[in-house]
């Protein structure tokens, strides 16, 4: 299996600020690398796709990019809304795989 | 607007059996794979089952294979997870999710039900 790890696990960050989380794969799974957000008791929405296609209605301040193992997803200007834990996943090979989480906490 | 309600979720001994019941609407059942997704409580996502979108194939995590079954029944637009042999470890909210791309398998989950909450406790 694919082993996905997200660096920092947890963050804390003021509105308005830059706010970029970093996914790496265990070994290369080219592009195929999705993006999803969990509020509080809420189920994951799916945000980017194929490591940087936004999904539709997601906000342009959400952006992904990277290949190969190592991938990021940057929020431009953190909104209070964005408080959430943001999960990576591979979509390369059975079974997809998820990163362990980062959590995004407003100042 | 695609829309997923999960529902048989419970309580239940260790050695137990439960069936949960997803009812999709607002796209065309037939064409999409679906999968299954659980969290344990206060833990990460992890993928447990896929269906393709014509029931033929069927995808299992090592953790629950021999142990749950998914299956399909377009004529009801539900998916559906039967799960036997249950254990502690196996205490979640599960929810299911409809694949990302139509007639095929791309592991990709684009919308999530709500979830439904499986507790295996004695």
């Known amino acids: 299996d694919i082993q996905m790890t997200q660096s920092p696990s947890s963050l804390s960050a003021s509105v308005g600020d830059r706010v970029t989380i970093t996914c790496r794969a265990s070994?290369?799974?080219?592009?195929?690398l999705n993006w999803y957000q969990q509020k509080p008791g809420k189920a994951p929405t799916f945000l980017i796709y194929?490591?940087?296609s936004l999904q539709s209605g997601v906000p342009s301040r959400f952006s992904g990019s990277g290949s190969g193992t190592a991938f990021t997803l940057t929020i431009t200007s953190l909104q209070a809304e964005d408080s959430a834990t943001y999960y990576c996943q591979q979509s390369y090979s059975t079974p997809p795989t998820f990163g362990g989480g980062t959590k995004v906490e407003i100042k | 607007q695609v829309h997923l309600v999960e529902s048989g979720g419970g309580v239940v001994q260790p050695g137990g059996s439960l069936r949960l019941s997803c009812a999709s609407s607002g796209f065309t059942f037939r064409s999409f794979g679906m999968h299954w997704v659980r969290q344990a409580p206060g833990k990460g996502l992890e993928w447990v089952a896929v269906?393709?979108?014509?029931?033929?194939?069927?995808n299992y995590a090592a953790s629950v294979t021999g142990r749950f079954k998914i299956s399909r029944d377009t004529s009801k637009n539900t998916l559906y997870l039967q799960m036997h042999s249950l254990r502690t470890e196996d205490t979640a909210v599960y929810f299911c999710?409809?694949?990302?791309?139509?007639?095929?398998?791309?592991?990709?989950?684009?919308?999530w039900g709500q979830g439904t909450l499986v507790t295996v406790s004695s």
């Open positions: 999710a409809k694949e990302g791309c139509g007639g095929g398998d791309c592991n990709t989950f684009a919308s």
């Open positions: 269906v393709s979108f014509d029931g033929s194939d069927t």
């Open positions: 194929d490591a940087s």
């Open positions: 070994q290369s799974i080219s592009s195929s």
